[in-house]
């Protein structure tokens, strides 16, 4: 199979798995554009490859992705939990103690950030960008 057939053949079934998905929404017109659309923001991926090693607070996300400004971190999170992939905890104590983790849904993206993490990786060795 040529690339021109292989590239056709993964369109196809793309189409074909939205044509079968009665939950998927009229507005997406492949399965790719839905994922994208919950992990494609800003620091969304970012922030999700973070908690896949476990629970962390706002301000050691604010450390290890020191480039997303408080707000934006703070909206990108409010985002993926509306979106059911984090699970946010806020305690009852002085100061505010929140935590943020993966839900279950969540957690099933990891293998997706893995295959994005490998794939990065070679293309950073292979073709070094500056």
Known sequence: ???VESNHSRTA????????????????NCPIEATLDLIGGKYKSIILWHLT???LRFNE???????????????????????GLVNR???????????????DFGKSIIPILDSMCTWGTRYLRDFKCD
Not at 61 to 83: F, W
Not at 90 to 97: E, G, L
Request: proline share 8%; hydrophobic share 30%.
């Open 53 to 55: 090693n476990g629970t």
């Open 1 to 3: 199979m040529n690339q």
């Open 61 to 83: 996300l604010s450390k290890v992705i020191p480039q997303a400004t408080p707000k934006m971190l703070t909206q990108q999170l409010r985002e993926l939990e509306n979106d």
């Open 89 to 103: 905890v806020v305690y009852p104590v002085i100061p505010p103690k929140v935590e943020y983790s993966l839900t």
């Open 13 to 28: 079934v793309c189409t074909e798995k939205k044509e079968n998905t009665d939950k998927l929404s009229s507005k997406y």
